[in-house]
T-cell receptor, first 115, second 120 residues
Framework: GNSVTQMEGPVTLSEEAFLTINCTYT??????LFWYVQYPGEGLQLLLK?????DKGSNKGFEATYRKETTSFHLEKGSVQVSDSAVYFCALSPMNSGGYQKVTFGTGTKLQVIP | EPEVTQTPSHQVTQMGQEVILRCVPI?????FYWYRQILGQKVEFLVS????????KSEIFDDQFSVERPDGSNFTLKIRSTKLEDSAMYFC??????????????????FGPGTRLTVL
């Protein structure tokens, strides 16, 4: 079956530091890949997505590139802010012609940014 | 921008009681989902629903759970007799699948803000 593996947290960084959260996946075919963010006490928000190999998703200074050869979708940001403190979930959704496509999530990585 | 809404935001119930969690998906979406997140753990798929029937369900979705689309807008998750381990955040999601010629095109699932269920 499909699975997503992401680095364990928590990750603690100083403000303006560089962020990388690793994510690798196992899936058949060509899944779509996502990063969701969950701020304290809130629900899931889509941060960025990529639907095919070599696509780069980006939003709010975050980026992730769909690497089919390494089955990876690492999240990066050049300079984190305190407001980026949240839990980040890597996720995938299979691409098929059947219709419904449940999302498979990783375990989440908690990011804490300190001033 | 259209969004998925869920009510209530927080539900507290006694063990053994029935609860109904409500969701209003985005109006032109065709597929509906429930996910669960036990505190501090990952988000898990519960069930998908299309054309007024369950499309897929996980092993978590046992006989205590049921889903329904009672009218054209609401999508509900019912837990008949809640257990302590049902305490979690429950997320509703919806999705609209579009077939554009040979290229299957779709948008990502849109998630609601969640209902936090606390079973005492």
């Amino acid at each position: 079956g499909n699975s997503v593996t992401q680095m364990e947290g928590p990750v603690t960084l100083s403000e303006e530091a560089f962020l990388t959260i690793n994510c690798t996946y196992t899936a058949t075919g060509y899944p779509s890949l996502f990063w969701y963010v969950q701020y304290p006490g809130e629900g899931l928000q889509l941060l960025l997505k990529a639907t095919k190999a070599d696509d780069k998703g980006s939003n709010k200074g975050f980026e992730a590139t769909y690497r089919k050869e390494t089955t990876s979708f690492h999240l990066e940001k050049g300079s984190v802010q305190v407001s980026d403190s949240a839990v980040y979930f890597c996720a995938l959704s299979p691409m098929n012609s059947g219709g419904y496509q449940k999302v498979t999530f990783g375990t989440g990585t908690k990011l804490q940014v300190i001033p | 921008e259209p969004e998925v809404t869920q009510t209530p935001s927080h539900q507290v119930t006694q063990m053994g009681q029935e609860v109904i969690l409500r969701c209003v998906p985005i109006s032109n979406h065709l597929y509906f989902y429930w996910y669960r997140q036990i505190l501090g753990q990952k988000v898990e798929f519960l069930v998908s629903f299309y054309n007024n029937e369950i499309s897929e369900k996980s092993e978590i979705f046992d006989d205590q759970f049921s889903v329904e689309r009672p009218d054209g807008s609401n999508f509900t998750l019912k837990i008949r007799s809640t257990k302590l381990e049902d305490s979690a955040m429950y997320f509703c999601a919806s999705w609209h699948y579009r077939d554009s010629g040979r290229a299957f095109r779709f948008n990502e699932q849109f998630f609601g803000p969640g209902t936090r269920l606390t079973v005492l």
